[in-house]
């Protein structure tokens, strides 16, 4: 069986070129189209420069009919025709609201064995815990700076209450939210 080799093969013969007509010719084709584009753009620019006779007619004939209104008449008669009446208000609770008064429903809280407190900063140094006491006293509420000494060292710690009822605390810590310090919790008062 003979093996052939490809690599060593080499090129094709060229073939031999013959000379085509280099004249260009015109693409009729896409003359046409072009021609009839810029045709259609044309005539849609008149015509909406150029409303329909038919709607003048109409404008006329209406205009014949009514020759007593003027225009701004015929607006307002034809909102008015297309418009439906007004219906009237069948809501009662805008009155309920300016006259009357809403009621919650709300449990009564028992009062607590041990009263709560509520913390909300603990600082080693004094002089930043002064500083958020007299913030909150800028808020009305009464605060206590308390020095505590643990195994990590000297604190002092920022507490308001006691409370007797945890729903008092949490009014508290929402008023103190809104002045951007949101670091408060309310604990069970083991001074």
Request: glycine share 6%.
């Amino acid at each position: 069986m003979a093996h052939k080799d490809f690599v060593k093969r080499g090129q094709a013969p060229k073939k031999k070129q013959t000379k085509k007509d280099t004249t260009p010719k015109p693409p009729w084709l896409a003359l046409v189209i072009i021609l009839l584009l810029v045709g259609g753009f044309a005539y849609f620019l008149w015509a909406i420069s150029h409303p329909s006779t038919s709607a003048d007619e109409e404008l006329e004939a209406q205009q014949t009919e009514q020759p007593n209104k003027t225009q701004k008449d015929q607006v307002q008669s034809t909102k008015q025709d297309s418009l439906p009446e007004m219906p009237e208000e069948e809501y009662i609770y805008p009155e309920e609201l300016e006259h009357g008064s809403v009621e919650i429903d709300r449990k009564e809280q028992e009062k607590s064995e041990r009263p709560y407190l509520m913390q909300c900063g603990s600082f080693r140094q004094k002089q930043q815990a002064e500083k958020m006491r007299a913030q909150l006293a800028l808020q009305g509420l009464e605060s206590l700076v308390k020095a505590s000494d643990g195994k990590n060292g000297l604190w002092y710690r920022v507490i308001l209450g006691p409370y007797d009822y945890k729903r008092d605390a949490e009014t508290d810590r929402h008023v103190i939210q809104r002045i951007g310090i949101g670091s408060c919790q309310i604990w069970y008062w083991d001074l």
